[in-house]
């Protein structure tokens, strides 16, 4: 009885170990600067935001990119209304066609987030791999032996490091 219940605890600590690593990895690739970053969506367009605030976080994150935080507000109310009523509006749907038509002289910070907004990655490689790790390692679990799964978990959470 007391072997049954190590084993228990050595392949609860190891499935533990193997989330947490997961879970570590999940939040880098997609934390609240990820988050931040998309809101610069609302720059766009076709997808214009009514409200400045709601890019505020973004604003906050590159704030020491931007020659003003305080004016941005000013350059998105003129931004806003130089797309509410334009024609090729909806037909600006990236980034890159955003920043060909902004006037960087005039709106210098609204220049800046676009420049930050069509340079991100737009990969979702590294989550992928997390998952593929998990469901591998959750494959190997089901078929070996206790003592072995410890070891192929401390393998996959070390192997990057």
Known sequence: MIQVQLQVTTASTCTYILLNGQYIHLTD?????????LSLM???PAFITND?????????LHSELLL??????????IWKHKWEWH????????????LK???GDTLPNIKTLLQIFATLPVSTAQPERVFSKLERTATAIR?????????LVLMQS????
């Open 52 to 60: 400045a605030a709601t890019l505020q976080p973004a604003v906050e």
């Open 101 to 103: 038509s902004c006037q």
């Open 87 to 98: 024609e090729e509006a909806a037909e600006i749907k990236t980034a890159v066609a955003a």
């Open 143 to 151: 078929s070996m032996a206790d003592d072995r799964v410890e070891v």
């Open 68 to 77: 003003s935080e305080y004016e941005f507000r000013s350059e998105f109310t």
């Open 158 to 161: 070390h192997l990057d490091q």
């Open 42 to 44: 609302g720059l766009i």
């Open 29 to 37: 690739g997609f934390g609240s600067s990820q988050e931040n970053a």
